[in-house]
DNA sequence: ACTTTACGTCAAGTATCCTTTACATTCAAT
DNA sequence: ATTGAATGTAAAGGATACTTGACGTAAAGT
């Protein structure tokens, strides 16, 4: 199961560098870049507040890639 | 910010059991005890799980409340 | 009474998320 | 050439999510 995001494209959209990003969201800079280069997902909460700040849903921000190994019809 | 959740209605609703629901998912009982009882927020993969399972999307099924007592930062 | 099913607690350990610090690279200005 | 802003890496430690196992309670059905 994967897990991507839009994270850095909403970020641009809005104008913000990772260091202001994780300044509005009270978290660390690093934290930023590592959800954005996919290194980790982050907490639900997070997840909230970053939908919440580019004015999107969850499930817009992050795209939940079902990994199904043998699986090729696609469904959705 | 507090974090609630609809987890033991949807649950109830599909005619599960919190071992059956845990089974489902992938995770252990004490996973879903602790989250209906709102010990903690799940990852976001497992709330995407969830979300899936009761086929609903994460902010139905989970509920952000902003809350709004002693602002400590200045953002923005 | 006994068993089964379902829900719950507690505690200790592992895994994942997040922070902090320090340092490197690239690019656009001077 | 140097400065500053923005992005990146790495590593150690702290915080939170999750597991495992042991145990308690209560209801429902033999």
């Known amino acids: 199961m994967l897990l991507k995001n839009h994270v850095v494209e909403y ?10 990003l ?10 930023i870049i590592s959800i954005e280069k ?13 939908a919440k700040t580019f004015n999107t849903t969850i499930e817009e921000l992050f ?3 079902e990994e199904k190994k043998g699986k090729r019809d696609a469904k959705q």
Chains 1, 2 share one sequence.
């Open 63 to 65: 795209v939940f890639e």
């Open 22 to 31: 994780a300044e509005k969201l009270g978290v660390s800079r690093q934290t």
């Open 11 to 20: 970020r641009k959209k809005y104008g913000l560098s990772q260091d202001r």
């Open 38 to 50: 996919g290194k980790y997902s982050p907490s639900l909460p997070l997840a909230f507040l970053l």
